[in-house]
């Protein structure tokens, strides 16, 4: 009964053993893990601060004003409102309206 | 036999006293063997019990607490704010704390000190050798440089000189400049505010409770650069020395913008000479007075606008003074007339009506005399003022009394805005709500309909204010400094839309000179200046304003959108 009880107790200690390492190295990667995301929370938290400091500074009216003054007006022809069309029916209409207002121009032009 | 079988027991046992005390003594020994046991196993459990219970608290101890609990090892990677950031109204960063350097050096680690002191002449031209150099041979350590950036403490390293020492801190960043210069103020190296908002919000701006929620300001980053802008171009236009504006909401007291020319870039740490000359400086502000002069005689129904002051002398003798108007007016105008062609002596005239006692209660109850109310360190002082002979006279067109731009502009909210003295403020939904009423709804409403005929009457003093869409109304003020007479101070406060007031704008140049050059539209003609007057400057400048910010205030605003769709259509 004695030894039953020694194997019963060694065997209690070696269960708890292995379960407290268990619950230890579990618990070391879990801190480890956590300090490692912490950290690459705070280097982004970092990088978010400085990129928004950056957008703040770059969408300053002084800042846009100053780029509006730089940019080449030349590259960018005003298109006449004439010229945009919504879609390849919206340009088509107006296309066939513009063909016959023609022809009829044309037709004009002949009779007279 | 039961007898006989206990004889025969007996008979083998040599006592019967001792068989017991062996045996019990037997069991109790095994008993005691037991129980140490026993206990031994209550005592391994105990312990495995603790160590689980050990480590299950910091596994919830882990889950529950806040990341930055397991990140303090690590300084260099963690930035915790020390101080809280600064938005606009709509949310735009005004003000940051990041992450920056101060370069100390320790003399008694630099070996070369000839060598260190060409290395950094070559990286660093602006900075003073022949300082350095007797600093450093003072062997005392002492700041290179302070606040630098990421690439020059790139530069510094790349020198690899054991005595350069970077100290990691905090530094302020203004991403607008010198935008907000005197309203923002500035904080000192150890983050501590020195001026302005910074100052006064101090101890708000470093609750550790709240640094992740930006104070949130009633200014707006893009009104505040196009009043900027055309003041800085009115300074130029006009050659005047300074300029101020401040633009209001007359129902909250919110304040949008407020400029003082000239600034300051607030990101650099320098001995700084101007002040904020709308709510520090104190000035005599000549004819915009005479708009509390009238509605206080509207007031106490002492006239109405209508009503026909007679026989106005083109002089008056007060005490020792000689009182006159610049320009002839008709001997007989009206209450509404007097203020609409700004009036020196018609103005007099009604005051005289009015009496001391309820102009003194007046004055009294707008607490012009007294530092304006504000949520900045940066508040001007009246002048002392003793209602000696010929005060009444002389304060009823503005003059012989000081007080700073933001406590007139207050009171012009009120005059428009039904009669309730509201407080300026800075701090988004920070409005208090019990308001002083100074003067009732009719008179009000009287004086908001007086304020737009000085615009659009032919005889006004504010035509080129007359922005199409914004039913601009005001009252012009061209005065002298009250310490210098040759500094001349030309202020114009409007308000806007006058069919249901919404702002004021207050537009303020120092010194300014006529402009020769400048071709005004005055109802549309084209004309030169020849006058050195408000009218010719500042309300040149408010219209130019109010033209601009116009749009802008007008989002989301029915009734302007209605109103600007009305005239459109």
Known sequence: MFRSKKTMSVTIFLIFLITISIIKNKTRLLEKEIYELSKKIAIKEKELNDIELDFYYLTSPVIIEKKIENLNYNNYSPMEYSKIFLDIENFMNIHNKLTILKNQYEKEIKNN | MRKKSKTIKDSNQSSFYFEDYLETNKKNKFAKKTNIFLDRIYLLFFSFFCLILIFSIKIIYISSNEIETFNQENESSKFVLLRRDIVDRNGILISRNVKSFDVAINPKLIKDKNNFLLKIRLNFPSLSINEIEKKLNKNQWFYLKRRI????????????????????????????????????????????????????????????????????????????????????????????????????????????????????????????????????????????????????????????????????????????????????????????????????????????????????KFIDDTNLLKSPEIQLEEVGNPINFNWNKCKLETVSFGH??????????????????????????????????????????????????????????????????????????????????????????????????????????????????????????????????????????????????????????????????????????
């Open chain 2, 149 to 360: 950036d990421q690439s020059e403490r790139e530069k510094l390293w790349a020198l690899g000189e054991k005595g350069i020492i970077f100290e990691h801190i905090q530094a302020r960043m203004y991403t607008h400049g010198n935008l907000f210069s005197h309203i923002i103020g500035q904080v000192d190296y150890d983050n501590y505010g020195v001026s302005g908002l910074e100052k006064y919000f101090d101890k708000e701006l470093k609750d550790k409770k709240l640094l992740k929620k930006p104070i949130k300001l009633t200014l707006d980053s893009n009104v505040q650069y196009i009043i900027n802008k055309e003041l800085n171009e009115a300074l130029r236009i006009f050659k005047a020395t300074g300029g101020g504006a401040l633009l209001m909401d007359v129902k909250t007291g919110d304040i949008i913008s407020l400029v003082s020319l000239p600034n300051f870039n607030i990101n650099k740490r320098e001995e700084i000479k101007y002040i904020n000359k709308i709510t520090k400086g104190v000035y005599e502000l000549g004819s915009v007075f005479k708009t509390f002069t009238v509605a206080i005689a509207l007031d106490y129904n002492l006239v109405t606008p209508q009503s026909e002051i007679k026989d106005i002398p083109r002089k008056l003798k007060c005490s020792s003074h000689e009182i006159s108007d610049i320009k002839e007016f008709p001997t007989n105008l009206s209450v509404e007339n007097i203020l609409i062609r700004s009036s020196n002596i018609g103005t007099l005239l009604v005051a005289r009506k009015i009496g001391e006692k309820k102009f003194k």
């Open chain 2, 400 to 569: 012989g009394i000081t007080t700073t731009p933001l406590q007139v502009a207050s009171i012009y909210a009120a005059l428009v805005n039904g009669g309730k003295l509201i407080k300026p403020n800075l701090i988004k939904n920070n409005q208090t709500k019990n308001y002083k009423r100074i003067i009732s709804e009719k008179t009000s409403q009287n004086i908001t309909n007086i304020l737009r005929k000085v615009v659009t009457d032919k005889k006004g003093t504010a035509s080129l204010a007359d922005v199409h869409g914004y039913n601009v109304g005001g009252k012009t003020g061209t005065s002298q400094n009250y310490k210098d007479k040759n500094d001349n101070l030309n202020t114009f406060i409007s308000v806007f839309p006058t069919q249901e007031p919404k702002y004021t704008l207050l537009v303020m140049l120092q010194n300014p000179q006529v402009a020769k050059n400048l071709i005004y539209n005055y109802r549309g003609l084209k004309v030169k200046g020849t006058r050195n007057e408000a009218g010719w400057n500042s309300v040149y400048v408010a219209g130019k304003i109010i033209e601009k910010i116009g749009p802008i205030l007008a989002i989301n605003n029915e009734e302007f959108t209605n109103h600007v769709a009305e005239k459109i259509n």
